[in-house]
């Protein structure tokens, strides 16, 4: 039995992807720090597969270089990222545990187009040591953030013992019926073997001040994306219009605002993209986002969660909890018995996985019962299936900000049909539509995960500056 905490789900980082760059970066973390003592000679970084092929525009590079610098995705302060990058671009040295190594991005960064047999997201450090050894090892971006070796993958912890064990959607309502309990209940007394109430709550809170920041940031940013693409910021404009230009200074008022703005459906629809393209236009700036499963489907939970709270009968921090809790396990369940890897299934991986998430949790905050939490999670799940990464230029910018806000309205959309349905006279169920979605990511051409090479990226040819 493995088992997976909401906590490795939601993760707290950097953009703009969580296969890409948050994965990346702390491999880099942990290659960096077994290099202690050690006086190293030289560095080299191979990426390969779908790391070499959109690993530019996806900030890999970057990530690597930070994370070899030991910064931490969660708490270095992302404002800085671009001095501390053209700093090594322009001196050529890097600073690992605490030295100065001759290091220039340009040459020993090394882009393999061929992917290693494990994964297609994988990339190999080697540090050359004085005296002649040699330190090299492999490690795999697994999706969401997720690294291994190829050994164990990283956040399964392996117990039996657990109160209420998890593989699959069936599981999931078995406990519900055994216990009387919510979904979110059970999920908690999951996760309450792992760690106390108190550090669940505060760690939940902090995922969703770190999501309203980050949707109030992208609402008061304004410019072009960089990566060479020339893509215009619009979560600003359109959160201006929706308040008639008003302007507001801190997050309370400013939620206030919008909590009072017109309640007719055009308006809330508006609003729920508004608030899904100001978190990938923050990804998409390497800014701070929380990877929920992924960081190019950052957007849509927040969104999600930001209608609710704004819009429907939001009654204090234990939605809030429960959401997180609720949507949590449902993207365990996809991590374990399919992917959330656009690099092995496309993106029905991430934004499909995203909306599921979404729309089962939003269901149990609107009083679905656990049937229909999982309803909702199957609908939205089954209107994403084959969904391709195809990512022009490789940046997590077109299709992946707008494609957010569809992830979001369909999880609205689903849950709103699960309430209204009866899941007995359901013909697909969770666990069915799980499966599927593992087999078409396996039978998915090659193209459609995360190269760059098919569908839009295609069609849309564009060199990017390679910096
Ligand atoms: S197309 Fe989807 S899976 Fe691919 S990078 Fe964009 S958001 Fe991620």
């Known amino acids: 039995m493995e088992r997976l905490s909401i906590f490795d789900i939601y993760k707290i980082g950097v953009g703009p992807s969580s296969s890409h760059t948050l994965g990346p970066w702390k491999a880099a973390n942990r290659f ?3 290099l202690v003592d050690k006086p190293i000679t030289s560095l080299q970084v191979r990426l390969f597969g779908s790391l070499s092929k959109t690993g530019v525009g996806h900030g890999t590079d970057i990530a690597v270089m930070l994370g070899l610098q030991s910064f931490d995705p969660e708490t270095i302060d992302t404002t800085n990222i671009d001095a501390y990058i053209q ?12 030295a100065d190594v001759d290091f220039n991005p340009a040459l020993q960064i090394i882009y393999e187009k061929h992917a290693l047999p494990y994964h297609p997201n994988a990339l190999t450090f080697r540090a050359e040591i004085e005296g002649g050894d040699v330190v090299e090892e ?20 392996h117990i039996n013992d657990l109160p209420f064990p998890v593989e699959s959607g069936s599981d999931l309502i078995a406990h519900t019926e055994t216990t009387g309990q919510p979904i979110s209940g059970v999920v908690m007394r999951n996760e309450l073997y792992l760690r106390n109430k108190d550090e669940i709550r505060a760690g939940v809170l902090r995922i969703f001040d770190t999501m309203l920041e980050c949707v109030y940031q992208g609402c008061h940013s304004e410019g072009i994306l960089p990566g060479g693409l020339n893509v215009k910021k619009r979560a600003k404009a359109l959160c ?17 605002a919008i909590k009072t703005s017109p309640h007719n459906f055009s308006t809330i629809n508006k609003w729920i993209s508004c608030f899904a393209l100001a978190v990938n236009e923050e990804n998409a700036s390497l800014g701070r986002v929380v990877t929920s499963p992924t960081n190019g489907a950052a957007g849509v939970i927040p969104a999600v969660l930001m209608y609710y709270y704004c819009f429907c009968d939001y009654k204090g921090e234990d939605d809030i909890l429960n959401f997180i809790l609720t949507s949590g396990e449902i993207g365990c ?15 029905q991986a991430e934004i499909g996985v995203s909306s599921a998430m979404a729309a089962g949790a939003l269901t149990e905050l609107l009083g679905g019962d656990p049937e229909q939490v999982l309803m909702a999670a199957e609908i939205a799940m ?3 299936l084959g969904l391709t990464c195809d990512p022009i230029g490789g940046l997590v910018q077109i299709p992946c900000i707008e494609r957010n806000t569809m992830g979001a309205i369909k999880a609205i959309t689903a849950s709103h049909l699960a309430m209204e349905g009866n899941p007995k006279n359901a013909i697909v169920n969770f666990d069915m539509v799980v499966k599927t979605m593992w087999d078409t990511a ?13 569908g839009l990226a295609f069609n849309l040819p564009v060199v990017l500056p390679n910096c």
């Open 333 to 347: 369940i996809f991590k374990k018995r399919a992917t959330i890897s656009a690099a092995v299934g496309g993106c």
């Open 240 to 256: 201006d219009r929706l308040l008639d230009g008003r302007q507001f200074d801190n997050i309370p008022d400013w939620l206030e």
């Open 32 to 34: 960096a720090l077994g």
């Open 382 to 384: 089954e209107h994403h």
């Open 442 to 454: 396996q039978d998915m051409h090659e193209k459609y995960k995360e190269t760059a090479e098919g």
């Open 138 to 157: 492999t490690y795999y971006s697994i999706g969401g953030g997720f690294i291994t070796q190829g050994k164990e993958k990283e956040g399964f912890i």
């Open 87 to 98: 700093k090594i671009r322009t001196e050529k040295k890097l600073r690992i545990t605490g």
